[in-house]
């Protein structure tokens, strides 16, 4: 477990981290998200007792790691973004060498084939780390955070440089590490932490602006709870069904898609889930759905509103500034 307790970090006048607290609870994978400069980074330095804290507390397994900082990093499993390979180095020496290092207790050969079995290692432990791959380079950062089995495993962008099929191999051995340690995730790709962490937590401008699953940040953000449907059939039909519906408060037919095609905007009373039933009673008269999507905000989207303001990250007004250069200036 991670226990963060109104933890501030200045440097200077200026607050790095201003006044955070959040829990990462055993058995749980924990996103940690934050813009540049937003304090993410010197959050994960405190965590990992790089730099200290100015005030507040950062335990580790109830270990505060400025009071007992030898025992509480014994619990501590951390990939930076840029692993601390040693290139002169072969996989097996350098594995050799963390073992040493972490004064690692567990049988050493079982111990480090197993690491290096979970994370598809085999192959090139007899090879020099300096003519590896990328993406072996970062699964040799992987395996030195995994050797002597640490509680805790904070991991900073741990995707980075993979091949498609790794990502997906390195999430789902997350996701498994996951049932038994406390994850810290940081990542800025937003479709990864939706994939792999039950709890998210926003860093911005020094505070948390948001703790909660991506689920329910993306209700709790988006500005409506609407649907938007296109379905074939006799439009003037289809919309007294749609608001014959159970918790149904307006329906508006839209635009034309096809001959005998219609959009339509289903607006529900909030927090209820009227799919279900939409799709019993479009069945029973034999309206095919051919397209159903909520207006609920994605990650990224809920991302850009919590840190810009608006889920579009101030997408839309730079496009007007483009428009208006293109045109011969603001006039």
């Known amino acids: 477990m991670i226990e963060v307790r109104n933890l501030t970090k200045r440097y200077g006048p200026k607050k790095a981290v201003d006044n955070i607290s959040f829990t990462a609870e055993d058995g749980q994978v924990l996103?940690?998200?934050?813009?540049?400069?937003?304090?993410k980074s010197t959050t994960m330095n405190i965590l990992t007792g790089y730099i200290s804290s100015t005030e507040g507390e950062a335990l580790i397994n109830g270990v505060d790691i400025l009071e007992d900082p030898i025992k509480a990093k014994s619990f501590i499993g951390y990939l930076p973004e840029m692993p601390p390979l040693y290139f002169d180095m072969t996989v097996n020496e350098y594995l050799d060498f963390v073992y040493s290092l972490k004064k690692c207790k567990m049988p050493k050969r079982s111990h480090l084939?197993?690491?290096?079995?979970?994370?598809?290692?085999?192959?090139?432990?007899?090879?020099?780390?300096?003519?590896?791959?990328?993406?072996y380079k970062q699964r040799v950062g992987f395996a030195q955070a995994l050797v002597g089995n640490p509680k805790v495993l904070?991991?900073?962008?741990?995707?980075?440089?993979?091949?498609?099929?790794?990502?997906?191999?390195?999430?789902?051995?997350?996701?498994?590490?996951?049932?038994?340690?406390?994850?810290?995730l940081s990542s800025h790709i937003l479709p990864e932490v939706q994939a792999v962490c039950d709890r998210i937590v926003v860093i911005n401008k020094g505070r948390i602006v948001a703790n909660d699953n991506?689920?329910?940040?993306?209700?709790?953000?988006?500005?409506?709870?609407?649907?938007?449907?296109?379905?074939?059939?006799?439009?003037?039909?289809?919309?007294?069904?749609?608001?014959?519906?159970?918790?149904?408060?307006?329906?508006?037919?839209?635009?034309?898609?096809?001959?005998?095609?219609?959009?339509?905007?289903?607006?529900?009373?909030?927090g209820s889930d009227v799919r279900r039933e939409i799709f019993r009673k479009l069945a029973s008269r034999n309206y095919p759905i051919l397209m159903m999507k909520s207006n609920e905000l994605s990650l990224e989207e809920v991302f850009l509103k919590l840190t810009t303001g608006d889920e579009y990250g101030g997408a839309e007004k730079t496009e007007e500034k483009f428009d208006m250069l293109e045109k011969g200036g603001d006039k």
């Not at 996103?31 to 937003?38: E, K, M, R, V, Y």
């Not at 995707?159 to 996951?178: A, C, M, S, W």
């Not at 919309?239 to 095609?261: A, H, M, P, Y």
Request: charged share 30%; proline share 2%; hydrophobic share 40%.
């Open 31 to 39: 996103g940690f998200l934050g813009p540049n400069g937003a304090g």
């Open 113 to 135: 084939n197993e690491i290096c079995e979970i994370v598809k290692l085999e192959d090139v432990r007899g090879r020099l780390i300096k003519n590896l791959s990328k993406g």
């Open 154 to 184: 904070i991991l900073d962008e741990p995707t980075v440089g993979l091949d498609p099929k790794q990502i997906i191999e390195i999430r789902t051995l997350i996701k498994r590490l996951g049932r038994n340690h406390t994850v810290i």
């Open 214 to 270: 991506a689920d329910s940040l993306a209700r709790n953000l988006s500005a409506d709870h609407k649907l938007v449907m296109q379905i074939e059939g006799a439009d003037e039909d289809i919309k007294k069904i749609l608001s014959s519906v159970t918790d149904v408060e307006r329906v508006f037919v839209g635009r034309q898609i096809d001959e005998k095609v219609w959009e339509y905007h289903i607006e529900a009373k909030e």
